[in-house]
């Protein structure tokens, strides 16, 4: 059974990780963050993330510099001394073992590559956690009605998954990671919630996956696959702001505020065979974000 306090403890962590990612990080301050010994933080890393602190870091690191050599034109050695690796060599080796491919061939191909993207510890454990004194879940629901262009999907499949967490179960935390490294995205990964008729059949109606140009010439990572996304129109709704400790109570309650919407309010009817219902990652800043297709009524 999780420890609330040893879980924020954790999250403190990994707040000061992401803080001071480009310079050197010791345990001793680490433990400063979490308020515990520098041998009791390791052990408590290691149990909450399932690696340890320097793990986690190098991990950590070499996807940020993945993502540097990717969208920048800088030289090898320099993105590897940014990330305080000590040398060419030692960056190589290391970013080789993570990804497969030397950073130098990524910089020139920048194929899909599995990025470590962690989640905050802290916000996981509490997740239906009764909370006092926390900011309010907001009633308030923002709606927009945008266009999407003909486009494509590059999708990974479940098998029965109906929700995220049945999705992860089968399909591994990885997936997201890899859409993420796609250079070539239009927009950020996303949940999907496909339609019947683009669903293969004993595949899940939940998958993840990200958009590129209807011109894709990119590769396919191994096992997903890409489909066409007509043009379509969207309602795309935004909750307010909500405190992480709230997660699981704040989404449930848009969901419930978009699915007693009347579309009817922008002239609209759903259109839910024409497109997938889809939805960005939950971040407490930007609120929660879901988009569902309509047509014109």
Not at 124 to 131: I, K, P, R, S, T
Not at 194 to 199: A, G, K, N, V
Not at 268 to 297: M, T
Request: proline share 7%.
């Amino acid at each position: 059974m999780a420890n609330l306090e040893h879980a924020a403890a954790v999250t403190r962590m990994q707040d000061y990780i992401d803080d001071y990612l480009e310079e050197e990080i010791t345990l001793h301050a680490l433990a400063q963050q979490a308020g515990y010994s520098p041998w009791h933080c390791a052990k408590m890393f290691k149990e909450y993330t399932n690696k340890s602190p320097f793990e986690y870091i190098r991990k950590l690191r070499l996807s940020k510099a993945a993502l540097v050599l990717r969208d920048e034109q800088l030289r090898v050695i320099d993105v590897a001394l940014d990330f305080v690796f000590d040398s060419h060599e030692g960056f190589t080796r290391a970013f080789r073992k993570q990804f497969g491919v030397t950073p130098k061939t990524y910089q020139k191909k920048t194929p899909p590559i599995p990025l470590f993207t962690p989640y905050p510890v802290e916000s996981y454990y509490l997740m239906g956690e009764e909370h006092d004194e926390l900011l309010p879940v907001s009633k308030n629901l923002h709606v927009r009605l945008i266009n999407f262009p003909a486009r494509k999907l590059i999708l990974l499949r479940g098998e029965k998954a109906e929700t995220y967490i049945e999705y992860a179960h089968e399909a591994g935390c990885d997936v997201w990671g890899i859409l993420a490294s796609i250079k070539e995205a239009l927009y950020e990964p996303i949940g999907l919630w496909l339609p019947e008729s683009m669903r293969s059949e004993g595949t899940s109606r939940y998958a993840q996956g990200v958009e590129v140009p209807f011109d894709y010439q990119g590769i396919i990572p191994a096992g997903f696959e890409i489909i066409d996304l007509p043009a379509c129109m969207m309602l795309l709704f935004q909750g307010d702001p909500y405190d992480e400790k709230r997660f699981d109570e704040a989404i449930n309650a848009v969901i419930k505020q978009i699915d007693q919407y009347d579309p009817n309010e922008n002239n609209c009817q759903w259109a839910e065979n024409d497109a997938p219902r889809i939805q960005l990652e939950p971040q407490g800043y930007r609120g929660y974000i879901e988009a569902r297709p309509v047509y014109f009524s």
